[in-house]
């Protein structure tokens, strides 16, 4: 391949890539606004990755190799892709659609930008990974940003619920991020396949879930039309193209442009849900973003390997 043929190939994957983190961050606002329209939280979650799992299911079902795999899996594969599904999707996504219902779309990427923090506590806490000065300072930045943001302590009581199931979100999604790892380390299941049944698994008993404690609500036009969406194009679509964009850009690419998701949560929140974006705001995201890029670049940079789930 010549490299005029080359850079045009790199500049597509880094503009498929920005197109999905802007259709993952659209995702806040439709959830909000279905929110709004008092759909269940947990129902909500559910309906949307059962039906992101029904897209994806074909391309499972029509593959003789997939489904080859799928037999011959073991025990302790389907337990690990439970165990994925349920932290990853019913905790992880769960816990994000629950607390939603109560903070600010802004407030929760924030929380939940300190995911590869605790990540790197983990790798420091069990000497898996070394942690350079770099990699302090971005912690630093990020716990400074938090202040900047957060300070002075405003949380509205009707709240509360709210911030601690970020905090679970924010847990959860830090436990799937080294399983995940760990699932996909192994090299027996391609991404797609780790992807579709985990969700599958995740998605529907969150659904059951969601159906047993809080009913289905009520589903209008509307409502159908933001579920779909977020199935269809923001998670089955998305992910197809994120994977396809993942076989260019190298890890630190993909985790600077991945990384871009905080600011555009923010911008969207501000101009479709009139949520509050002064300059104290700006500041604390700006320097969480930066904070959490330099421990993920660091941590890209020393070698340690990541898996995509």
């Not at 994957?13 to 929110?35: C, N």
């Not at 969207?268 to 959490?292: D, S, Y």
Request: proline share 4%; aromatic share 10%.
């Amino acid at each position: 391949m010549s490299v005029s043929k080359m850079n045009k190939s790199h500049l597509a994957a880094v503009a498929q890539a920005l197109l999905v983190t802007f259709l993952w961050s659209t995702s806040w606002v439709l959830i909000k606004i279905g929110l709004k329209a008092d759909l269940p939280a947990v129902t909500f979650a559910g309906l949307r990755y059962t039906l992101a799992f029904l897209c994806l299911l074909p391309l499972v079902l029509l593959s003789q190799s997939r489904l080859q795999t799928l037999r011959e899996l073991p025990a302790r594969g389907w337990v690990e892709l439970s165990i994925l599904g349920v932290v990853f999707y019913t905790l992880t996504q769960g816990a994000q659609f629950v607390s939603l219902a109560f903070l600010p779309a802004a407030t929760l990427t924030l929380l939940l930008n300190f995911s590869p923090i605790l990540i790197a506590f983990f790798g420091i806490a069990n000497k898996t990974e070394a942690t350079p000065p770099a990699q302090w300072g971005g912690i630093l930045l990020s716990i400074v940003g938090a202040l900047v943001y957060f300070l002075p302590v405003s949380i509205e009581a009707g709240q509360i619920p709210g911030l601690l199931a970020g905090l679970l979100a924010l847990l959860a999604n830090s436990g799937s991020s080294i399983f995940g790892r760990y699932v996909n380390s192994q090299g027996k299941l391609d991404p797609l396949l780790v992807t579709a049944v985990s969700m599958g698994i995740g998605g529907i008993l969150m659904l059951v879930i969601g159906t047993v404690t809080q009913g289905i609500g009520t589903l209008q036009f509307t409502q159908w039309a933001i579920i779909g969406w977020l199935a269809l194009v923001n998670t089955a679509l998305a992910f197809t193209l994120w994977n396809k964009s993942l076989q260019t850009l190298t890890a630190v690419e993909s985790s600077i442009i991945n990384g871009t998701m905080l600011p555009q949560i923010a911008i969207l929140a501000w101009m479709f849900l009139g949520e509050p974006l002064g300059a104290k705001q700006v500041i604390g995201i700006a320097f969480v973003g930066a904070g959490t890029l330099i421990v993920q670049l660091r941590r890209y940079m020393s070698g340690s390997k990541t898996g995509v789930v």
